[in-house]
C-alpha cells in the first residue's frame, strides 16, 4: 500500500531559528500533500494544501511567511516553520494524495513530527 | 460552523465488548466521504474505515463497521469486541471540496477510547 514517510519524527529548536520537516511518498507519486497542525489532545487543523509546481493554498489564518511550503517534485513536499517561537510547538502531520490507493480513498499519512521551541 | 461533530471526548468500554463512537456532519454537496481514523499515542493516523454518500450499504472493515444514517446526518463507528490495543483517539472526517479543484479532509474533534479489563 501507499507509504508516506516524514522526518524528522522529532526536533527541538532554539527560538528564532528555523526548522524543515521532509514528507515524502515512497511508492507513488503525490501531486498534492497536506499539512496538517496538531495540538495536544485536539483535533487536526488543517495548515496548507501543496501541490506539485505550484504555490501552496493556505487556510485562513494561517500564515504564509512563517510556514513555508515547498512542492519541488512529485514525492516530496517540504515545511519551514521560520522563525520559531515557543507557540509554534506543536505535532505537525503531512498526507498525500494517491489516487491509486482504494482502500484509504488515497488519503495516507506520515507518521509525524513533534517540534518544540525553546 | 462545524462541519464534523464528535459529541464524546472520552468513552470506556470493557475488553470484549462492543462500542460505538459517534459522528454527525454537515453539508450540501450531494457526493461526499466519511472516514474514520485511529491515532495511538506514537501519533500516526491510522486508516479504518471509509463511507461514500452514495454506497448502499454499510461499510464494514474486520471488527470496525459504520452506522450510516444519511437522513440523520450519522455516520458512527462501531467497534466490536473491543481490545486492548483499542484504546486510542478516533477522529471522523469528512471529504469536502477545496477551493480551487480537488478535495481536503475536515477533522472532527475527536474520542479519546479506553478499553479496560
Known amino acids: 500500500g501507499a507509504v508516506v514517510s516524514q522526518h524528522p519524527s522529532r526536533v527541538i529548536c532554539k527560538s528564532g531559528t528555523s526548522v524543515k520537516i521532509e514528507c515524502r511518498s515512497l511508492?507513488?507519486?503525490?501531486?498534492?500533500m497536506f499539512w496538517y497542525r496538531q495540538f495536544p489532545k485536539k483535533s487536526l487543523m488543517l495548515m496548507a494544501t501543496?501541490?506539485?509546481?505550484?504555490?501552496?493554498?493556505?487556510e485562513q489564518g494561517v500564515e504564509k511567511d512563517k510556514f513555508l511550503i515547498n512542492h519541488a517534485s512529485l514525492t516530496l513536499s517540504t515545511l519551514t516553520v521560520t522563525s520559531a517561537h515557543p507557540e509554534d510547538s506543536s505535532f505537525y502531520i503531512c498526507s498525500a494524495r494517491d489516487v491509486r490507493d482504494r482502500k484509504s480513498r488515497g488519503y495516507t499519512f506520515g507518521s509525524g513530527t513533534r517540534l518544540t521551541v525553546v | 460552523a462545524q462541519k464534523i461533530t464528535q459529541t464524546q471526548p472520552g468513552m470506556f468500554v470493557q475488553e470484549k465488548e462492543a462500542v460505538t463512537l459517534d459522528c454527525t456532519y454537515d453539508t450540501s454537496d450531494p457526493s461526499y466521504g466519511l472516514f474514520w481514523y485511529k491515532q495511538p499515542s506514537s501519533g500516526e493516523m491510522i486508516f479504518l474505515i471509509y463511507q461514500g454518500s452514495y454506497d448502499q450499504q454499510n461499510a464494514t472493515e474486520g471488527r470496525y463497521s459504520l452506522n450510516f444514517q444519511k437522513a440523520r446526518k450519522s455516520a458512527n463507528l462501531v467497534i466490536s469486541a473491543s481490545q486492548l490495543g483499542d484504546s486510542a483517539m478516533y477522529f471522523c472526517a469528512m471529504r469536502e471540496p477545496l477551493t480551487g479543484g480537488g478535495n481536503k479532509l475536515t477533522f472532527g474533534t475527536g474520542t479519546q477510547l479506553k478499553v479496560e479489563l
Open positions: 511508492d507513488f507519486q503525490a501531486t498534492t
Open positions: 501543496s501541490n506539485e509546481g505550484s504555490k501552496a493554498t493556505y
